[in-house]
């Protein structure tokens, strides 16, 4: 069975990242690796995340990486974190700083609002109904 282990998201700096990811999103730090060439292996995921599946934080090395930092989907949402606690993640988020876009709102498809990471990437927050 085929999965999609990782997806790479283009960051302007490792430690900045790892910070945002591990403290705002409670994101567990799955790997560190320097590769010695001054570029790392980082994957973080989730807190309680299906195995197999996370973020490369992959530091960004060009002008076109860089012009890609916060805008990975063109100002879409392009991440979308789910959760079975909406209300207490929400509220964590919050407090941790995490900007929100709009109110929670409820859909048919489940309970949802959309944020931005540090970079200004959207992603939605769902509990899924």
Same mark, same amino acid.
């Given at each position: 069975?085929?999965?999609?282990? @990782?997806?790479? @998201?283009?960051?302007?700096?490792?430690?900045?990242?790892?910070?945002?990811?591990?403290?705002?999103?409670?994101?567990?730090?799955?790997? +560190?690796?320097? /590769?010695?060439?001054?570029?790392?292996?980082?994957?973080?995921?989730?807190?309680?995340?299906?195995?197999?599946? &996370?973020?490369?934080?992959?530091?960004?090395?060009? +002008?076109?990486?860089?012009?890609?930092?916060?805008?990975?989907?063109? &100002?879409?949402? &392009?991440? *979308?974190?789910?959760?079975? +606690?909406?209300?207490?993640?929400?509220?964590?988020?919050?407090?941790? &700083?995490?900007?929100?876009?709009?109110? !929670? /709102?409820?859909? !048919?498809?489940?309970?949802?609002?959309? *944020?931005?990471?540090?970079?200004?990437?959207?992603?939605?927050? @769902?509990? !899924?109904?």
């Amino acid at each position: 069975m085929s999965h999609i282990a @990782l997806i790479s @998201l283009v960051v302007r700096d490792y430690d900045e990242a790892i910070a945002f990811y591990t403290g705002a999103l409670g994101f567990g730090l799955v790997e +560190d690796t320097d /590769r010695g060439d001054g570029s790392r292996w980082v994957v973080v995921t989730p807190a309680g995340g299906r195995p197999g599946t &996370g973020l490369l934080l992959a530091r960004a090395k060009n +002008d076109a990486q860089r012009a890609a930092v916060g805008a990975q989907a063109g &100002g879409r949402v &392009g991440f *979308f974190l789910h959760t079975d +606690d909406f209300a207490g993640d929400h509220a964590r988020m919050l407090t941790a &700083g995490v900007r929100f876009l709009e109110e !929670p /709102r409820h859909e !048919p498809y489940g309970t949802v609002a959309v *944020f931005e990471d540090l970079y200004g990437n959207r992603w939605d927050l @769902l509990q !899924p109904a």
